[in-house]
């Protein structure tokens, strides 16, 4: 499976996949994995297979977006039930949080795989990802997991255009981590706290927003991230009432709006300051 440099990357990622018999696919629906899984579908055909995984961790909206784009792909689906709040390392929320829920799912669907006799499960890990910090990436790694935007050095605006350039419906879908990810490290994740996320989020689409983040901090506290543009907005006294009501509604004791605007991976900034610590 090698990628020629001299091709597209749409050609690049359409002839890694023509080097397989079949594959697996770890879907999401997020753009990234649905890259992947359109070009499987298009390079294999009925030998790919996507899964999406079903918990508490996942939001009701994005297991319908991926069903929905599953089959606006024309690719195999099927969705299976995790249970990654059984893992001590996941709910303790300790910042390799991540590696727990990637071995959850990737023990699951490497048992599928053996079943099934698939060549190899691929996600949807791409070139930008290098830089962030991934745990689950060493859970791939363990589980011969493979990542074929991240081998074709494809980036997150590349995979964006090739999405576009295949007609997939989240080509311009937001980044939407599992809801685990929103809930600072070092508090306990619970079906509980993961449903509050959950609805506060939806909250906010309700009233427009598009890309959002609700942070769950310790002690019931709501720390919400929207783009700088939509800040004063949102801190008008008709909105801001109607979405403090709202959020204590929910269970949430405290709502905060973070005046520095939605940032991908801000509760990473946590991990740094314990290092500092110590």
């Given at each position: 499976?090698?990628?020629?440099?001299?091709?597209?990357?749409?050609?690049?990622?359409?002839?890694?996949?023509?080097?397989?018999?079949?594959?697996?696919?770890?879907?999401?629906?997020?753009?990234?994995?649905?890259?992947?899984?359109?070009?499987?579908?298009?390079?294999?055909?009925?030998?790919?297979?996507?899964?999406?995984?079903?918990?508490?961790?996942?939001?009701?909206?994005?297991?319908?977006?991926?069903?929905?784009?599953?089959?606006?792909?024309?690719?195999?689906?099927?969705?299976?039930?995790?249970?990654?709040?059984?893992?001590?390392?996941?709910?303790?929320?300790?910042?390799?949080?991540?590696?727990?829920?990637?071995?959850?799912?990737?023990?699951?669907?490497s048992a599928i795989?053996?079943?099934?006799?698939?060549?190899?499960?691929?996600?949807?890990?791409?070139?930008?990802?290098?830089?962030?910090?991934?745990?689950?990436?060493?859970?791939?790694?363990?589980?011969?997991?493979?990542?074929?935007?991240?081998?074709?050095?494809?980036?997150?605006?590349?995979?964006?255009?090739?999405?576009?350039?295949?007609?997939?419906?989240?080509?311009?879908?937001?980044?939407?981590?599992?809801?685990?990810?929103r809930i600072a490290?070092?508090?306990?994740?619970?079906?509980?706290?993961?449903?509050?996320?959950?609805?506060?989020?939806?909250?906010?689409?309700?009233?427009?927003?598009?890309?959002?983040?609700?942070?769950?901090?310790?002690?019931?506290?709501?720390?919400?991230?929207?783009?700088?543009?939509?800040?004063?907005?949102?801190?008008?006294?008709?909105?801001?009432e109607t979405l403090?009501?709202?959020?204590?509604?929910?269970?949430?004791?405290?709502?905060?709006?973070?005046?520095?605007?939605?940032?991908?991976?801000?509760?990473?900034?946590?991990?740094?300051?314990?290092?500092?610590?110590?």
């Amino acid at each position: 499976m090698t990628c020629d440099p001299s091709l597209s990357a749409s050609e690049r990622l359409l002839n890694w996949f023509h080097d397989l018999d079949s594959c697996l696919v770890a879907f999401s629906g997020g753009v990234d994995s649905s890259v992947v899984a359109k070009a499987a579908a298009l390079a294999l055909g009925d030998e790919s297979f996507a899964v999406t995984a079903k918990s508490p961790s996942v939001a009701e909206r994005d297991l319908r977006i991926a069903k929905e784009t599953a089959e606006a792909i024309g690719i195999r689906h099927e969705v299976i039930e995790t249970a990654e709040l059984n893992r001590p390392g996941y709910v303790a929320n300790a910042p390799d949080r991540c590696f727990h829920c990637k071995s959850e799912l990737y023990d699951h669907l490497s048992a599928i795989r053996a079943k099934y006799e698939t060549a190899v499960i691929v996600n949807g890990a791409n070139l930008d990802d290098r830089g962030d910090h991934r745990p689950g990436m060493i859970a791939a790694t363990n589980a011969g997991v493979r990542s074929p935007l991240l081998e074709c050095e494809i980036d997150k605006a590349t995979l964006r255009e090739i999405a576009k350039l295949w007609d997939i419906p989240v080509w311009d879908r937001p980044a939407s981590p599992c809801l685990a990810s929103r809930i600072a490290y070092g508090v306990e994740v619970t079906p509980e706290r993961l449903k509050m996320v959950e609805l506060a989020e939806e909250t906010l689409r309700s009233l427009g927003l598009r890309d959002l983040r609700v942070r769950y901090h310790e002690g019931d506290l709501a720390r919400l991230e929207v783009p700088i543009e939509a800040i004063e907005w949102l801190a008008k006294p008709e909105t801001r009432e109607t979405l403090e009501q709202r959020l204590t509604e929910i269970g949430f004791k405290f709502v905060t709006l973070d005046l520095g605007g939605l940032k991908s991976g801000s509760l990473n900034q946590l991990i740094q300051v314990s290092l500092n610590e110590t």
